[in-house]
């Protein structure tokens, strides 16, 4: 088995002269759900439908479940679902005829998938409901039900949770990690707010202006944004020890280069200090850091107010 589901190397797209995906290079591991991640006109649809075969790179390429040449990657995309920009819903009918007639289209024989799928996303009790007076939520959630129904291992969703009210995001959230924890697919889930996806996506893709600025894991992630007190001292043996008798604490993290992530006591700034000051150690640093997820990602993607 290839140790990855998708390799993109240098993919470039570009309209006129304006390059909506800039040189992208990402590999996506099989059972992680992506969370990627940029604002408006970042290049994240351009991006999914360059993967998903709905547009094709400018210059670059890609390895899709180990194959290379366009014709194989070509026939590996019948293991891909994707629901890119609004899901393909047809108003008038019900969940269940909106499943069968796809499953028609895409010339799928198995008819207990239907029921299976609206049982997975939680729509098997909608009856005779029409599409047209069900809730975004609803219908982004037979979206993802559709997308299912060539059974992928990658699945690409582009914006499920815009629009969604409180309750439609959670269930949309939960959906996600239950399709990536028992049926071990892989995804890869786009989202203009990074707070929007924290916690439900394993890793972070952040694109802007069609460059991938940086990708990073949930932990990695969590690490930069908690806040601490960061001091830099002469000696950090002798501050380990007053944090754990003085603080009562070993909630911290001791860095190379005599730098210490204290994780306690961040509202006690002076405390700390003086404590510091009292057993006459001498400071090169001290400073809060760390940050919201939203200023986390304005700094990636260079400072840049909406
Ligand atoms: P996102 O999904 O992150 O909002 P898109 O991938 O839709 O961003 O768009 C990236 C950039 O490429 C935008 O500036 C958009 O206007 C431009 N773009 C996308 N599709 C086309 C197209 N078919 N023709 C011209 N420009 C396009």
Redesign the pocket.
Known sequence: MTEFILKTNELTRT??S?N?LDNVSITLEPGKIYGLI??????????MRVIAGLSYPTSGSMELFGKKSAKAIQAERKRIGSMIESPSLIMNMTAKENMKAHRTMRGIPNTEIEDELLQLVGLSDTGKKKVKDFSLGMKQRLGIAISLINNPELLIL?EPINGLDPLGVKEVRNLLIKLCEERHITILI?S?NLPELFQVATDYII?HD?KIKQTLTLDQLENRCRKHILIECEEPEKLLSILETEFNTTNFKVLPNKTIKLYDHVDEKKKVAQALFNHGILTTNFSIEGDTLENYFISVIGGEEE
């Open positions: 309209y006129n304006f909506a940029g604002r408006n006109g970042a290049g994240k649809s351009t991006l582009d786009s203009h694109i069609g």
